[in-house]
């Protein structure tokens, strides 16, 4: 089964090789991946998709967690939620079937975004099925080029993916909250 | 407040962090920091003779103190010689500092001269990397790298700063909270977890624990003692985890995995429970995963949730500091016992007890020397082993029995650890005595620190299994691959000569006879001291799984190898 991953990820230098990477290393296959800003400063949000059984998803969103740049997995696949993508396809068209090319578009409700002599270019927002439909039913004509962002996806409902408050440590005492240097001071403590 | 460099800003974190020992090696980039070193006498600079060796002896002072080790190396040829060491420090979850110069900002991306895309190449072998762009952002950049690594699952951070990032002036400011969001080391024990957990231990009639590396760097020996006594469970022990219960202690029942024990391979093959504490059920301690013990009950603990079903299924996931639970674990059970479960593996351990001890013969062996040392230094004594026949050796026969004792390379395997962690451990303990066992091929790939031992004074004592063969190598060739020796017999340079070359004292032992006293001499000996063994040259570590066989087919002879 597929599974749509969304993460809110600090936006700092090298957090999509990271994750690019930690996907590589471990085997995991990504169908698609998008990046976007979100509606907090600093913060961006990647949303993936990823084939494999929920074994797959579990170690996908668990090993996520660890890269530190990593703020928040979803599984948005366990819930419901609007998924969506944009595609844009160049149809070659001319006088004679330019119109039934247009019937298409209104049908999927889609929008021609440029029009030209030989050639219609086709914006399509809309479920990642519903663009491979289009698709089909373009197959009739010779498609110049096609690009698609990759899926993004929403929870529906007033809920959200949120960042988690992380309460801040001491710096001078973490070495003795983690466990492991219970007794004895720090080696050497400046001042 | 009046600026200072961003190197002071660097030596003067350190100091803030508690890093007292650097383990370094100076270059181009980094000299704006070196010239700086003088004025910060608090920090101690160890020049070792590679940087690899840098690397691995900050390992062998964490491993052996517990606290956060520090390698430094200059840009390019110096920081891509640490990589050996990282992915080392990353596989075994040591806390390392790992702090590298790179060219000047605005050379960066241009190829030029000892530049390497550092932080590029350690992403996926460091817990968290950074390459600092500001020498105000220098003193944070510390705080947070100490507290990732030293904190949660403990691991390496790599450290990256352009050349003129050093010289750049800031203010000092220690930041006095930290705070990275999502990251969370202390997690809250689940309750939920930790009812079905006891369940599962009230329920057993045949449970084991799986005792880990996790057992030694929480500190938990004291509770997984009062954990396994309690609820009457034999205690097994992986590579890494030797040390967390005493070899004497009644429940404890040895090693397992790969080269552990017959009894204790077939305990994990035959428990109804299995309690896996601060472990992460590698493959070389659990033989092949599916046929491991597919009807038993798993309960696995560990601050790293990814480690929860990743090999093998988890029927209870407990998240959090291995010591933190063991303590509110203990406090929810009445006491237990499984007479009939201990004198099955006891019955075990007698009949099969002959695999796993030293030969009786006259030849000069590993084992036998390996007993004798650990006889002679006890375990307030540290052991530092290099991979490969020797180590399997120490870990079964060595007694380790106090956490830290044992200091070897467990998940990555690497030769040429032994000699530079011997010295970290040293430096970490100058109050105990530090033995590494070596082989001779190991050996040759780091001895150039022997030099450091001696400008820092440092007395390890190395004992070389010399027997001119890579030794698990040539086992591997001789049983799976038809007796087809390739590249396995190598020619040695007179150790006892270069041990006297770098003015060292230097011995050799061909004679049984001869090992006690030559040992107790070591001992006595102020200053390093090699040691040339000339031990038998064809000997097998028994017992051993096969590789991607089930525990539960353990052999203990060539000959049930080649019935196979």
Not at chain 2, 402 to 425: C, D, H, K
Request: proline share 5%; glycine share 8%.
């Amino acid at each position: 089964m597929k599974h749509t991953l969304a993460a809110l990820v600090e936006n700092h230098p090298g957090v999509l090789n990271r994750v690019a990477s930690l996907f590589r290393r471990r085997g995991f296959n990504i169908e698609s991946l998008a990046v976007g800003t979100t509606e907090q400063e600093g913060i961006s949000r990647m949303t993936f998709v990823v084939e494999g059984d929920d074994n797959v998803g579990e170690q996908v969103e668990k090993q996520l967690y660890k890269l530190i740049d990593i703020i928040k997995v979803s599984d948005l696949s366990r819930e419901e939620s609007i998924v969506r993508e944009i595609a844009l396809i160049k149809v070659r068209s001319e006088k004679n079937n330019r119109r039934d090319i247009l019937d298409l578009v209104e049908i999927f409700r889609a929008q021609a975004v440029d029009i030209t002599e030989y050639s219609v270019v086709i914006q399509l927002v809309a479920h990642p099925e519903t663009v491979d439909s289009l698709l089909e039913n373009l197959a009739a004509y010779p498609i110049i080029e096609m690009v698609r962002t990759g899926r993004i996806a929403m929870l529906r409902g007033p809920q959200a993916i949120s960042v988690p408050t992380t309460e801040p440590v001491e710096v001078a005492r973490f070495h003795q909250a983690s466990g492991r240097r219970p007794e004895g001071e720090l080696p050497y403590v400046s001042e | 407040m009046k600026k200072i460099t961003g190197a002071d800003i660097v030596l003067e974190s350190l100091k803030k962090i508690g890093i007292d020992t650097v383990f370094g090696y100076p270059g181009g980039v980094v000299l704006p920091l070196y010239d700086r070193w003088p004025s910060h006498p608090e920090v101690r600079h160890i020049l070792v003779r590679h940087e690899q060796g840098a690397g691995h002896a900050a390992e062998g002072y964490a491993k052996a103190s517990g606290r956060l080790g520090c390698a430094l190396a200059t840009s390019g040829p110096g920081a891509t010689n640490l990589v050996t060491a990282i992915t080392d420090a990353m596989m075994d979850s040591i806390p390392v500092l790992f702090i590298t110069g790179n060219v000047a900002r605005n050379l960066l991306g241009r190829d030029g001269f000892q530049e390497a895309d550092i932080t590029g190449i350690t992403m996926p072998i460091t817990k968290h990397n950074y390459l600092v762009m500001r020498a105000e952002d220098i003193a944070p950049t510390f705080a947070e790298a100490a507290y990732i690594a030293t904190t949660g699952r403990p691991g390496p951070v790599h450290i990256d700063i352009p050349k003129d990032v050093f010289i750049e002036e800031a203010d000092f400011e220690w930041p006095e909270q930290i705070s990275i969001r999502g990251y969370e080391p202390f997690p809250s024990v689940n309750e939920d977890e930790i009812k079905n957990a006891v369940q599962l231990i009230r329920r057993a009639e045949r449970p084991i624990i799986f005792a880990g590396h996790g057992i030694i760097q929480a500190d938990a020996s004291k509770e997984l003692m009062e954990f396994a006594e309690k609820s009457g469970t034999p205690v097994l022990n992986t590579l890494l985890g030797l040390g967390s219960i005493p070899q004497d202690h009644v429940l404890s029942y040895g090693m397992m995995g790969m080269h552990g024990s017959y009894w204790a391979n077939h305990a994990a093959s035959n428990a109804d429970l299995i309690i896996g504490l601060g472990m992460r059920m590698d493959d070389r301690a659990l033989g092949r995963f599916a046929d491991l013990n597919p009807t038993a009950n798993v309960i696995h603990v560990d601050i790293d949730p990814a480690e929860h079903n990743k090999n093998i299924i988890t029927t209870t996931p407990i998240v959090g500091n291995v010591r933190e639970v063991l303590k509110i674990l203990i406090t929810q059970f009445e006491p237990l016992s499984h007479i009939d479960w201990i004198h099955w593996i006891d019955e075990l351990r007698r009949d099969h007890k002959d695999s796993f001890k030293v030969p009786e013969v006259d030849e000069l062996t590993p084992q036998y020397i390996e007993s004798r040392i650990a006889e002679k230094i006890g375990n307030e004594g540290v052991v530092v082993t290099g991979v490969g026949q020797h180590q399997m050796w120490a870990a079964q026969l060595m007694n380790i029995s106090r956490p830290r004792q044992l200091i070897t390379s467990g998940g990555l395997g690497t030769m040429g650890f032994e000699v530079p962690a011997a010295l970290g451990a040293q430096v970490a303990e100058p109050n105990r005595t530090v033995w590494t066992i070596c082989g001779d091929g190991g050996f040759q790939m780091t001895n150039q620190e022997i030099a450091t031992m001696i400008d820092e004074n440092l007395p390890v004592k190395m004992a070389i299994m010399n027997n001119g063969f890579l030794g698990m190598v040539r086992q591997w060739q001789e049983l799976f691959y038809g007796n087809n020796y390739v590249s396995v017999n190598m020619s040695q340079p007179d150790f006892v000569k270069l041990g006297e070359a770098y003015g060292i004292k230097s011995l050799r032992v061909s004679h049984k006879s001869e090992v006690d006293d030559v040992i107790i001499e070591a001992n006595n000996h102020p200053g390093p001291v090699l040691i040339d063994f000339q031990v038998e040259t064809e000997g097998n570590v028994w017992p051993m799984v096969p590789a991607g066989a089930a525990l539960s087919e353990t052999v203990e002879t060539s000959d049930q190898v080649k019935a196979l």
